[in-house]
């Protein structure tokens, strides 16, 4: 059995007027809804490039994440069924020879102006609050640090600023932007990624044997956990790890140094908890009397 965590970057793209069309749809588009609210599927039509723009940013190794305001939902225009239906048929057009380009939808229909409970109200994951860009990340696995935000509004960019995506991976869309559309955004992201490997850090590879392999498979969950805080605490970037064949796994972009230095903190941490919680360690005490050990 194998369990892994892998930190990735992301592309989080707003949904209308960024991916499919909007403003310029006709009045049948909205019902007896807000202009703007579009609720309705059967109106849900991609912008030109969108398409080749997604496909282009998932091959570079970038998740895909819309998140969207709904706050038709808190004036009465539709419901969240409404939302869901749009956003399943946008995900239907942007799925290529079966493969969703899209790994998930996040959609906020609260407007502290709104009419309809409970709806009506302030909300953390309404833009350009953070809170749909947090969420994403702490359940999809996605590392902020490398992640990039494309939206054609600067509540947009300011979600993703608030939510720690630094301001020069938020990118607003638009005419009179540098950025014309997504695809023109995609093409900046990706060339910017491309010359980031070439001048960044190299990875290591740390390994951490168990000296019980089916105790180690069952506080996997947890070692990852571990692993993973510790490398939000420490800075240090987790490009995967995983537990499997009795061991932990993890390829990182640092230095050995550093590298050696989480995984003796991921050694003691674990093996602090396992004494808790199973009367023994999982892994040798110190670094280096296991000769399994190596980075």
């Known amino acids: 059995m194998c369990y892994r965590v892998l930190m990735r ?14 403003t310029d749809l006709p009045a049948q588009a909205w019902g007896a809804g807000r ?32 998140y969207t305001n709904q706050s038709g939902v808190a004036f009465g225009s539709g419901t969240l069924r409404d939302v869901d239906a749009t956003n399943a ?60 935000i494309v939206g054609d509004h600067a509540r947009d960019r300011e979600a993703g600023i608030a939510a720690g995506i630094a301001a020069q991976r938020a990118l607003k869309i638009g005419p009179e932007e540098v950025h014309a559309d997504l695809a023109e955004a995609a093409e900046h992201i990706i060339r ?22 089916a105790l180690l498979d069952e506080a996997a969950e947890t070692v990852l956990s571990s692993g993973r805080a510790i490398a939000e605490r420490t800075g240090v970037r987790v490009v995967n790890m995983e537990v499997r064949g009795g061991q932990v796994e993890a390829v990182l972009e640092t230095h050995r140094l550093a590298a050696l230095g989480f995984a003796g903190e991921l050694r003691r941490a674990v093996n602090r908890w396992a004494a808790a919680r199973f009367g023994r360690g999982i892994f040798a005490e110190a670094p280096g009397n296991n000769p399994n050990d190596n980075a």
């Open 9 to 22: 970057p992301a592309v989080f793209i707003d949904r209308d007027d960024t991916l499919n069309l909007n």
């Open 35 to 66: 202009r703007g609210d579009l609720l309705n599927p059967a109106f849900v039509q991609l912008l030109p490039r969108a398409l080749e723009a997604c496909v282009r940013l998932r091959d570079a190794g970038f998740t895909l994440v819309v």
């Open 192 to 213: 910017a990624a491309e010359q980031a490997r070439g001048r960044g850090a190299a990875t290591t590879i740390v390994r951490l044997r168990a000296e019980n392999a």
């Open 89 to 148: 048929r946008l995900d239907e057009l942007l799925t290529v020879d079966g493969e969703r380009l899209i790994e998930a939808f996040y959609s906020s229909p609260f407007h502290p102006e709104g009419t309809c409970e409970p709806f009506n109200r302030a909300h953390d994951w309404r833009k350009p609050g953070p809170g749909m860009i947090v969420a994403a990340a702490r359940e999809l696995g996605i590392d902020l640090d490398h992640s990039w």
